[in-house]
Each structure stands twice: as structure tokens, then as C-alpha cells.
């Protein structure tokens, strides 16, 4: 069965440090890929997307992820977080030929001032 | 507000209770689709409409839960029965089929279930 694997559970950062989430997943066909974020008290939002094409992608806010197809990996990137960054990050997958998405247990990152 | 509502916000009950939720997607989106959180984890696919035709169900939707969207706009999602188990936070999201190879969902807030 297909499935996504994120490492970091809960990720504490000061801010202006740099931030890496993990995301691997398990599956051998296509697929698109996301990152969704949930801030506090806020519905699930679209983060940024993967769906062919540069394998460095910008979303919102200044992140980025890298789709490295060898390692199955799409790692969630920002160079400087801000308080504000502070939510839950969730890493999704969908197959090309079904429009569910399969998530990840998702990131809890805290960010202090 | 123009984005996918979804009602009630909260819902407690006893074990063995039916309860139904509504979910209101962005207008004219022809997609609808349902998952449900539980604490600690991503959300879950249950399933997706596109227009009133229900095109995919999860294994984890038992008999005890049934979907519709009988004119290709509201949906609702039906749990007979109630278990504890059955607690968690039920997410609708809705997208407009423009061309492959993805469609963006967008999120409601969510129902809150609990059963006692």
C-alpha cells in the first residue's frame, strides 16, 4: 500500500534558523506531490505542489521542497522561519490515476521569537 | 465567505447514535471529497463525488457510513451506529476539475466527532 513517512515529529526552532522537514514516500509510479500547512485555529492550506517539471519548487511564504526522485524524498525547505510559521505541516501524495490524497502523520513545528 | 463550510462544527454523542454531516464545497467545484483526522495523525481518504457520482471509498468507510450527494453540490456523510472509534475530526474538501494532472482541494474546517 502506498504511504508517506515524515520524520520529524515536532520540530522546535528559534527564529531566523533554517528549516528542513523530511518526507519520503513509498510508491513506484507517478505521482503528484504536496505540502499542506495548518496554522493554528485555520483550515488545511496548500503549501506548494510537485507535479513534473523543475524538481525544485517555490510555494508560499518563501518555502520551497525538492523532489529527488531517486530517494523517493520531497523534503520541505525555508533558509529564515518566522514565528508566524508556527503550524502543523502535513506531506501528501497522490497516484496519477486517483485524485485521493495519501498524507503524512504531519510536522508539528514551534517557532519562538 | 466563498470557501468549503461544513456543519456542525461540533458533534457529541452516545455510542450507537447516528449522526449525519453536511458539507458545503466552493461553488461550482465539480469534486467533492471526504477524509477524516484522528489525533496524531494525517487525514485519511474516505472518499470523493465527482458531481452527485460517488467515483471512489476507502476500505476504512464501513457499512455503517454512507455518502451522498444527491444534486452535485452539498454532500452529506452518515455514520450509523456510533462507535468510539468512530471519534475524529471528518474534513470535506472540494476541487474543480480543470485539467490533469492534479486538481488543487481546498479544505473546510472540519466537524469535530465525539461519541461517548
Known amino acids: ?113 | 465567505d466563498t470557501g468549503v463550510s461544513q456543519d456542525p462544527r461540533h458533534k457529541i454523542t452516545k455510542r450507537g447514535q447516528n449522526v449525519t454531516f453536511r458539507c458545503d464545497p466552493i461553488s461550482e467545484h465539480n469534486r467533492l471529497y471526504w477524509y477524516r483526522q484522528t489525533l496524531g495523525q494525517g487525514p485519511e481518504f474516505l472518499t470523493y463525488f465527482q458531481n452527485e457520482a460517488q467515483l471512489e471509498k476507502s476500505r476504512l468507510l464501513s457499512d455503517r457510513f454512507s455518502a451522498e450527494r444527491p444534486k452535485g453540490s452539498f454532500s452529506t456523510l452518515e455514520i450509523q451506529r456510533t462507535e468510539q472509534g468512530d471519534s475524529a475530526m471528518y474534513l470535506c474538501a472540494s476541487s474543480l476539475v480543470v485539467s490533469e494532472p492534479y486538481n488543487e482541494q481546498f479544505f473546510g474546517p472540519g466537524t469535530r466527532l465525539t461519541v461517548l
Do not use: M
Not at chain 1, 522546535?12 to 534558523?17: D, V
Open chain 1, 1 to 113: 500500500a502506498q504511504s508517506v513517512s515524515q520524520h520529524n515529529h515536532h520540530v522546535i526552532l528559534s527564529e531566523a534558523a533554517s528549516l528542513e522537514l523530511g518526507c519520503n514516500y513509498s510508491y513506484g509510479g507517478t505521482v503528484n506531490l504536496f505540502w499542506y500547512v495548518q496554522y493554528p485555529g485555520q483550515h488545511l492550506q496548500l503549501l506548494l505542489k510537485y507535479f513534473s517539471g523543475d524538481p525544485l519548487v517555490k510555494g508560499i511564504k518563501g518555502f520551497e521542497a525538492e523532489f529527488i526522485k531517486s530517494k523517493f524524498s520531497f523534503n520541505l525547505r525555508k533558509p529564515s522561519v518566522q514565528w508566524s510559521d508556527t503550524a502543523e505541516y502535513f506531506c501528501a501524495v497522490s497516484l496519477r490515476d486517483t485524485d485521493k490524497l495519501i498524507f503524512g502523520t504531519g510536522t508539528r513545528l514551534q517557532v519562538f521569537p
